[in-house]
């Protein structure tokens, strides 16, 4: 047949590249959320509003009162690689920030409906822009594609609207919106457990009140105890720990031996981005076999920082999995510390049960 013999390589549709490169940066509504949330983070929110419609399918919308954009950056905002973050390859090694690609409103607006409203603190107005496939759009048709003036306080919103329009076999591959809301639940809850002096809230669409809502003035303890219940914060743990030769500071809140779960619940930040480590995750749990009877797990928030210049942050296209030198020798120390603190508590507990 004609393909088979025509076997000729062509370049593939600019569209075409930008979805696919889309589609594996945002697997899933959360994937869109955490980009949104460390936006307004790194833009010095000290508060996030959130609200969700079908499991961030329908609908995610994310507000906040950071510096918000200025109105002559709009026009390349959701350009691939336009970023305020990074200038050199060089700076990818000490980068501070969450984001450094320039690629989440980009590859956001082409596979979903993208409205920015924003305003920065000398702007006189707010500034509403619509963007289709990475370039700005009119709102109706038949209007400019130009952003225009509207009402608005500091900061930016950023709303996205039937994400995976574009790609039919992905938005049918989500079976239940309720499993979506869940998973942006659990990342919201992470960041808010993770940033003090920011505010969170997150609210499904058409519910009066909120699922998640955290003043920006709740103390770290308090964070956890609202948003993983009592049980969780009374029985925890205060560590923190440093190696300068192996180039790392820990610290976090970790459950002792009087409380028990069926599930471990880790929340790892390293570098201030939530990722998952399996490696550290299995010497953790092993560290707590001493400790907790069989089968029961703790609940561990550890937050890892990093040397920039020994980390490799950019392994993975959501950013999920990072690198660092030294891995093995810092993941012993850390537990080794871990171990140290929690048999003090367990030594003073039964001290306690014995007088
Ligand atoms: P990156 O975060 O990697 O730079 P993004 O596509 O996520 O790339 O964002 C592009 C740029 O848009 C950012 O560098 C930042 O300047 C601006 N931006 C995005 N979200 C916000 C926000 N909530 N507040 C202020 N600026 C923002
Ligand atoms: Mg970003």
Not at 88 to 106: H, P, V
Not at 339 to 353: H, I, M, P
């Amino acid at each position: 047949n004609d393909t088979a013999t025509r076997r000729r390589i062509q370049a593939l549709d600019q569209d075409v590249v930008n979805k696919i490169a889309a589609g594996e940066i945002i697997v899933a509504p959360v994937n869109a959320l955490k980009e949104l949330m460390e936006n307004s983070v790194d833009a010095g929110a000290a508060s996030l509003e959130i609200l969700v419609k079908d499991g961030g399918l329908k609908l995610l919308q994310v507000t906040d009162n950071g510096c918000g954009i200025e109105k002559e950056d709009l026009p390349i905002l959701c350009e691939r690689f336009t970023t305020s973050k990074l200038q050199k390859f060089e700076d990818l090694q000490t980068i501070a920030t969450y984001g450094f690609r320039g690629e989440a409103l980009a590859s956001i607006s082409h596979i979903a409906h993208l409205t920015v409203t924003t305003k920065t603190k000398d702007s006189s107005c707010a500034w509403r822009a619509v963007y289709e496939g990475g370039k700005l759009t009119p709102a109706k048709p038949g209007q400019s594609a130009d952003p225009k003036p509207v009402a608005g306080r500091q900061g930016t919103q950023i709303t996205v609207e039937d994400l995976f329009y574009t790609i039919p076999t992905r938005q049918r591959a989500f079976r239940s919106t309720s499993d979506e809301y869940s998973k942006i639940i659990d990342m919201v809850r992470r960041y808010a457990v993770h940033c003090p002096h920011v505010g969170f809230s997150c609210k499904k669409h058409g519910e009066s009140s909120a699922t998640i809502a955290i003043p920006a003035h709740t103390s770290r303890s308090d964070r956890i105890r609202r948003l993983y219940g009592g049980s969780v914060a009374n029985g925890l743990t205060e560590f923190s720990t440093s190696d300068d030769q192996l180039g790392f500071k820990a610290s976090g809140f970790a459950t002792n031996a009087n409380y028990s779960a069926k599930k471990t619940t880790f929340l790892l930040f390293i570098n201030h981005r939530c990722v998952e480590s399996f490696k550290i995750r299995k010497a953790i749990e092993q560290t707590y076999a001493s400790f907790l009877p069989k089968n029961s797990h703790p609940f561990v928030y550890l937050s890892l920082e990093i040397d920039p210049r020994k980390v490799d942050v950019n392994v993975h296209p959501t950013k999920q999995e990072v690198h660092f030198l030294n891995e093995d020798e810092t993941i012993q120390a850390v537990c080794e510390h871990l171990r140290s603190e929690l048999a003090q508590v367990d030594a003073s507990r039964t001290f306690l049960t014995q007088t």
